[in-house]
């Protein structure tokens, strides 16, 4: 493993952690010194990484984000308010993914983070460039959906449910 790679290895390995990691536990798990590591983190912070250490081991300081995944069914018409909704609370649209008979798991890309996203989104959609990857699967679809924190992604779920687009439980996807 080359320098470069480790550096990478171990902002990964930091960054998924729930917990501050020790210089001590890095140098065991990429089988180097402790000063090793010590360097490797004047590195990491240098190329712009927000990497704090505590008394407990390094943490990685910057927004923490949640995900979940909405089984949701709505009509065409209702797409906008379903979009706004989520946004309005906080969360962002990841994503869209439809499960289709023949084809499988189809996946698009979304990113939709403010009203001026979706409703960009939404002008594609209606002046025919497309149509929402939803009407392959008589409107059943999911959307992963990001947050600032699992409350706020509550939120979005009661949302989800009051207006009659959540199907079953959000499937729980935090990270």
């Known amino acids: 493993m080359t320098g470069s790679d480790r550096r990478e290895a ?3 390995r930091i960054a998924d952690s ?3 990691i020790s210089g001590r536990e890095l140098a065991a798990a990429f089988d180097v010194s402790r000063q090793v590591i010590v360097q490797d983190i004047a590195l990491i912070r240098a190329a712009g990484h927000d990497i704090i250490s505590t008394n407990r081991g390094y943490v990685i300081n910057g927004p923490q ?3 979940r995944t909405f ?3 709505h009509t065409d018409e209702e797409l906008e308010e379903e979009l706004y909704s989520i946004v309005d609370l906080g969360g962002r649209v990841c994503d869209v993914t439809v499960e289709h008979g023949v084809y499988g798991r189809l996946t698009a890309e979304l990113d939709i983070t403010s009203r001026r996203k979706a409703a960009a ?3 594609d959609i ?3 460039k497309s149509s929402p990857l939803k009407n392959i699967t008589s409107d059943y679809h999911c959307h992963t959906v990001e947050a600032d924190s699992e409350e706020t992604l509550d939120m979005i779920g009661r949302m989800l449910r009051e207006k009659g687009f959540l199907i079953g439980d959000a499937e729980d996807t935090a990270r």
């Open 121 to 123: 989104f939404l002008s």
């Open 126 to 128: 209606r002046s025919g």
């Open 71 to 73: 089984r949701v069914r």
């Open 65 to 67: 984000t949640v995900r």
């Open 18 to 20: 729930d917990v501050p």
């Open 10 to 12: 171990i902002v990964a």
